[in-house]
């Protein structure tokens, strides 16, 4: 009896605990909440946990609702354990959350670390100061972390993390890196490959194996991701070059832990070359099949290229967008014939609609009025599309030189034949008030202080008021600019100065003004009036002449001018040209000195191999009295600077007078040739070349001739930099005789703001 009694209470006792709570609980289902209350929190205030509890005091009391509100308790994700109490209480029931909170982080240390700096692994840590302590983001934290020491080489990395606990229920994280050494690509292989050497393949793909100066340049680093991209780069290769159905397979990568070297095999399958078949074109009637084939670059019997058919088919999209259709819809097919090896090419051709231009919009433009940006588009609203003149557009904005960047981009209007120019701007600097030093073996050191505003009240104006100080002049200049009279193709300024330059054999003050009026003719093309008035005065003259005396005079002149500029950016440019012709007449029924001038020059640019450009620049120029007057000597050409002929200066070129001084001449011939190489897209490096001379009469002409003369001229090389900076364009020039005489430095350097060719 007695065992009997002892098995019956065990087995009563353990059915009271399971069932007695769920029938306590049934008990006060739908009974009145009362009360609720949250213990157990440490960190996490109780508001917050709080704010998802859904059940509230006056609601009924349900055990389904109690699941949700633990549900979500625990989604807040700082808990680890939430339990729910339920008593009576006040005719209705009282609920109690009891929660225990998870571990947050205090503080994360990062050791070991030599070659990669902490702020660079802290980006890649996924748990964070202050957050729960949570073992599935440590471990992507690792991966992370490891997957930044093989992107730079380290592939035997180890990371390993200590979680240490502290006062509060917090921890610090401890992240402990073992770096070891960097393994770099020892061989890059090519299996298979017989159409193309492994030496030609290599250059294909940005993948490197290591070599001397791996150390400089960062090569021979295994980047998975890149290696990727490279076997794309082959079979494009492969496939420009009439192999069509080339097969790069995975690359084989072997990693030699004890000779902290990886070796790349990439398996090759050529198969046979095509050729271009047959080429038909259908579906336009805007221009004949045959218009379209001449525009091709990809012909019939040539090596099949399929970046070439891709080109010739965005080319036909614009030539289509220039007519209006914008959205034309240009579908190339092709078929291959494998017994001849052609691949036969059928163009699909649906113009569409034409569309024209809907809204302009443009944003970004703090400063910038909006009417500044929107007459530099070569087409208005409801006019018909024209993707040539947006192209125009985006330069033309460019050149106006507020803007460090420029994105012009197209969507559909509110009516399909409408399309939407939507333009966005970042403002650069136009307004600057600087102070700079140069250096020059004439000039000494030269002093430059300038306030300017390339954009004055945001209206497109410029205003300048700049000082030149050295050894050997000193310039004051005042200049206001209007480019855009009322909106219109008008331009208007003046100019007020006051100069004075010591030329060792006299010395000059120039004192005066003028004004400026410029109309445009045609996309490229300025022409320009000015009138200008100074009054000047010779002294200090040490060998007086019927050339060179003593004097005070006054001129009074025009200046008309035709300038095209076709560059496609003024600031920075990689292709275009610019020419200038101008003619100045003094004198006459304008009163003061009777002379005339004329000069035209010229720059073209062109791009090179990878970034560079050249540039060739030239320029011819002359100058005359009449009414039996001679041509002043403070009129005549010099030439020794960083705008025309490098590593000379003006005392070094063209005639001299008694005492060996340059008095200038009236004749000037240039020619300069550069590499220009842009590091960014402000700064770009450049080597020269330069030639020239000036010409004319006076007592020494040892180092010149009366006349032009292609083979007596100075030259000189040298190398600089060019910058834009917020005074504008900056050049730093340091160039070197190739013909220096007896009584001349062998070189010269030139520090110039506000100008280059």
């Known amino acids: 009896m007695r065992i009997r009694f002892g098995v019956t209470f065990i087995i009563i006792f353990f059915l009271s605990i399971i069932f007695v709570p769920q029938v306590r609980a049934a008990d006060y289902e739908g009974k009145i909440v009362k009360l609720i209350q949250i213990k157990g929190n440490k960190r996490i205030d109780k508001a917050t946990i709080r704010y998802y509890i859904k059940t509230d005091a006056g609601d009924r009391y349900s055990t389904a609702g109690i699941r949700e509100d633990i549900k979500r308790i625990y989604n807040i994700g700082h808990f680890k354990d939430v339990k729910v109490d339920v008593e009576d209480y006040y005719m209705g029931v009282k609920i109690t959350f009891i929660v225990t909170e998870i571990a947050s982080i205090k503080n994360i240390h990062i050791t070991g670390n030599k070659k990669i700096d902490k702020s660079t692994i802290e980006e890649k840590i996924s748990v964070k100061k202050g957050s729960a302590y949570n073992k599935n983001l440590i471990q992507e934290s690792i991966e992370n972390i490891k997957l930044l020491y093989k992107e730079k080489g380290y592939f035997f990395a180890e990371i390993e993390y200590a979680a240490i606990e502290t006062k509060e229920n917090q921890i610090d994280l401890e992240f402990r890196i073992k770096e070891g050494k960097k393994v770099r690509i020892s061989s890059i292989r090519f299996r298979g490959n017989k159409v193309f050497s492994e030496k030609k393949l290599a250059k294909q793909i940005e993948t490197r194996k290591q070599w001397i100066l791996s150390w400089l340049t960062n090569s021979g680093i295994y980047k998975k991701e890149v290696l990727k991209t490279d076997i794309l780069r082959i079979e494009s290769f492969y496939h420009n070059h009439g192999y069509i159905n080339v097969r790069v397979y995975e690359p084989e990568v072997e990693i030699d832990r004890e000779k902290r070297a990886i070796f790349i095999t990439i398996p090759i399958e050529e198969g046979d070359k095509y050729y271009t078949g047959r080429i038909d074109i259908k579906g336009s009637d805007i221009y004949s099949a045959d218009e379209l084939k001449k525009e091709m670059r990809l012909k019939k019997n040539e090596v099949f290229n399929r970046s070439l058919l891709r080109s010739d088919i965005f080319h036909m999209s614009d030539l289509f967008s220039k007519k209006g259709y914008a959205f034309a819809d240009i579908i190339p097919l092709t078929s291959t014939d494998k017994e001849d090896k ?23 433009n703090t400063k910038t009025r909006d009417r500044i940006i929107r007459r530099e588009f070569r087409f208005k609203e409801g006019d018909l599309f024209d993707s040539e003149k947006l192209r125009r557009s985006r330069q033309r904005i460019g050149n106006l030189g507020f803007f460090e960047d420029i994105k012009i981009e197209t969507s559909r209007g509110a009516q399909e034949d409408l399309i939407d120019i939507n333009t966005t701007v970042t403002e650069r600097p136009t307004g600057s008030i600087s102070v700079g030093a140069g250096f020059s073996s004439v000039e000494e050191i030269i002093f430059t202080g300038q306030i300017a505003q390339d954009n004055f009240l945001g209206r497109g104006q ?48 120039t004192r005066g003004g003028g004004i400026r ?17 100074d009054k000047i005065l010779v002294k200090d003259v040490q060998q007086e002449t019927t050339l060179l005396k003593n004097e005070e005079r006054t001129t009074s002149r025009i200046y008309p001018s035709l300038i095209r500029d076709a560059r496609d950016d003024f600031l920075n ?6 020419e200038r012709v101008s003619f100045e007449f003094a004198g006459g029924p304008l009163g003061g000195a009777n002379f005339y001038k004329a000069s035209g020059e010229v720059s073209w640019y062109y791009p090179l191999l990878w970034k560079f450009v050249g540039m060739l620049h030239g320029k011819i120029g002359f100058a005359e009295g009449y009414g039996k007057e001679e041509l002043p000597v403070f009129e005549n050409y010099f030439m020794g600077s960083a705008f025309d002929l490098r590593g000379f200066n003006f005392r070094d070129v063209g005639p001299r007078d008694g005492l060996g001084d340059s008095i200038g001449g009236s004749k000037l011939l240039l020619l300069n040739a550069e590499i220009q190489y842009p590091f960014t897209k402000n700064v770009r490096g450049i080597i020269f070349y330069d030639r020239g001379n000036v010409y004319g009469e006076g007592p020494d002409l ?48 030139h520090f110039t703001a506000g100008r280059v060719f």
């Open 342 to 364: 052609k691949v036969d090419i059928t163009i699909d051709i649906n113009k569409g609609r034409k569309v024209y231009v809907g809204k302009i919009n443009i944003a970004g």
């Open 462 to 509: 410029r205003l300048s008021l700049s000082a030149q100080l050295s050894s050997i002049r000193q310039d004051f200049t005042l200049n206001f600019t209007e480019p855009r009279v009322f909106d219109r193709e008008l331009s208007a300024g003046f100019d007020i100065y006051n100069r004075e330059s010591l030329f060792y054999s006299y010395r000059s003050r």
């Open 517 to 533: 009026l410029g109309k445009s003719f045609g996309e490229y093309t300025w022409g320009k009036l000015g009138y200008r008035y």
């Open 573 to 578: 440019p990689s292709k275009g040209t610019r």
């Open 702 to 749: 040892s180092k010149t001739s009366v006349d032009y003369d292609l083979t007596n001229m100075r030259h000189g090389y040298g190398f600089g930099i060019h910058f834009l900076s917020p005074m504008g364009p900056i050049s730093l020039a340091y160039g070197f005789k190739l013909d220096r005489r007896a009584d001349e430095d062998k070189s010269e350097f």
